[in-house]
């Protein structure tokens, strides 16, 4: 079995070596949710509640553990990584109330009844990223679990840390084996041995849309279920109407949360002519207010990116000469920083514009009017996110519903909730995952007419 050495981003040391399974090690895994599938599906529907119940508990028993192993391996700042453990734990009890409402439906037909079932769709492949180790996990895996499904999680290579140990807690919490599996390996042989076996039914990925793109051509060969989640270059548009102090003060956080490694960055910041100049110089504090240094130290805002690679390529976008307007401060040394920075007058055919970055990197774009706003926020391949500022009602739902987008704010910088449903538009993805109905793609509806008649 080769390793793969996981690094600390805001120190650069080593943290701990993780053995990484290839494709045989992949086929043992599939073979074992294949045969926990059978039992797991005819768990009670009361009792599969339980398992994700206690699930959950043993989440929210190791917070601190998982919290401190996300600071380590993926320099998220101790808040969030806090948060995002405790949204682990949130998100197994909130599905952990669909097995038993699971319902199927009566239709009427003549001669008989029909009834609907939905099915468990069998083993599912969760593909997840770097950059949210752990809610994206729980995105897939509590409503795949809920519906009756095994799972195979397999974690970016960067960043497995908080996976393994949720995998382990779902042993200790008493899911059978085989139920959740989580295999450290890399994207090119574990990844794709789950697109490409055939007992894997679905492959839920979140990642680049070129990953993506070759994901869904994979799982196109045998008709495979997959759900995409991709990237974004969300809008982020201020009108003059709007309460301004709030707007600018949030802007930062809309887009330099998570160092800007968010799908949902609204990396592209509209503003309306107007008050362009004075949004800008309300900006300007509000960027250098966020707090960037040691993820372990309490009030930490902002963090390292996660590797040297990524930030080499995060720098491209600033080239020597690029119009920076403000910049933020990140701490010097030993760690892959990069300070916030803010774009400003950017041509919209700039790559800096047009390309996703994933790093802590904004533009800010004057607009004329609505019209312009909507079709600027529009001129993107991708339609994850993105947010609108206005205190007028009638535009603000003018807007959203003008924006080609999934998951929109208006007011408020944030748009993602586990109960609420999410994904995007265009290039940004398939499918919608969390919400109300998010067990739908991890089942199959299958209609069952029974003949009433007596001839
Ligand atoms: P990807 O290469 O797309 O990686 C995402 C996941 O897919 C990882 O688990 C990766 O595994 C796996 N993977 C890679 N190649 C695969 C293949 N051929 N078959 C199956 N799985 C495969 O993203 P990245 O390289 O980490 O980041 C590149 C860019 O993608 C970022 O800069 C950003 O723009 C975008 N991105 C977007 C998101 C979201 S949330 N939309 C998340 C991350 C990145 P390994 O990492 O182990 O190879």
Redo the contacts with the bound molecule.
Sequence with gaps: MTQYTVINPATEQPVTTIPQAGAEQADEAIARAARAEESWRAVAPGDRARLLRSFAAAVDANLDDLAALEIAGSGHPAGQARWEAGHVRDVLLYYSAAPERLTGRQIPVAGGLDVTFAEPIGVVGL??????PMP?LSWGMAPALAAGNTVIA?????TPLTAIRIGELALEAGLPEGVLQVLP????VV??R??DHPLVGKIV????????Q??MA?CARQIKRVTL????KSANIVFADCDLEKAAATAPYAVFDNAG???CARSRILVEASVFDRFMELLEPAVQGVRVGDPAADGTEMGPLISAA?RE?VASYVPDGAPVAIRGSAPDGTGFWYPPTVLAPVSTADRAYTE???GPVVTVTPFRDEAEAIALANDTPYGLSGSIWTGNVGRAIRVARGVEAGNLSVNSHSSVRYWTPFGGFKQSGLGRELGPDALDPFTETKNVFIATDTE
Excluded: R, Y
């Design positions: 593909i997840v990223p770097w950059n949210f994206i397999k974690p970016a290579e960067m390996g890399k994207g090119s990844g794709q789950l697109v990925f979140t990642g680049s849309t070129e990953v993506g070759q994901i994979g989640e991709l990237g974004g490694q968010d799908c990524h390529h996703e970055i994933f």
